[in-house]
C-alpha cells in the first residue's frame, strides 16, 4: 500500500469532522439538559425509578452519539449527516417521552 492509501483510510476529512462536531454540539445540548432536568427534579426527592430514568436521559444522548459515529464514520459525508440526524431524532424522541412521564406523572419519580 502507498502511504497515500493508508493516510486516506485513517483520516476522516474535514467535511466529516465538521458534520460530526456540529452534531456533536446538539448532541451534548441534549445531555446538558438532562442534567439540569436531573438537577432540578433532585432538589424535590427521587425514587429509585426516577433516578434510573433521570440518569439515563443524561447518558442516552452518549450512547446514542457513540452508536451513530460508529455506524457512519466509514460511510459517506451525506449518509454520516443522515445517521447523526437520525440520532438526533431518536434522542429527541426519547427526551419528550421523559417530559412527558414527568409532567403528566410528577409522583412516578419522586419520593
Known amino acids: 500500500m502507498s502511504e497515500q492509501t493508508v493516510q486516506s483510510r485513517s483520516s476522516l476529512g474535514i467535511l ?11 448532541y451534548a445540548y441534549g445531555v446538558w439538559n438532562a442534567i439540569a432536568y436531573l438537577v432540578t427534579f433532585a432538589q424535590l426527592g427521587l425514587n429509585a425509578y426516577g ?3 433521570l440518569i439515563f436521559s443524561v447518558l442516552f444522548p452518549v450512547l446514542v452519539f457513540a ?7 466509514r460511510r459517506s459525508a451525506l449518509e454520516l449527516s443522515a445517521v447523526m440526524l437520525a440520532g438526533l431524532g431518536l434522542v429527541a424522541v426519547f427526551w419528550i417521552n421523559v417530559v412527558a412521564l ?3 406523572n410528577p409522583l412516578s419519580l419522586t419520593s
Open 51 to 53: 433516578w434510573f430514568v
Open 67 to 73: 452508536g451513530a459515529f460508529a455506524l457512519g464514520r
Open 16 to 26: 466529516k469532522t465538521i458534520i460530526i462536531g456540529a452534531a456533536g454540539l446538539f
Open 102 to 104: 414527568s409532567a403528566v
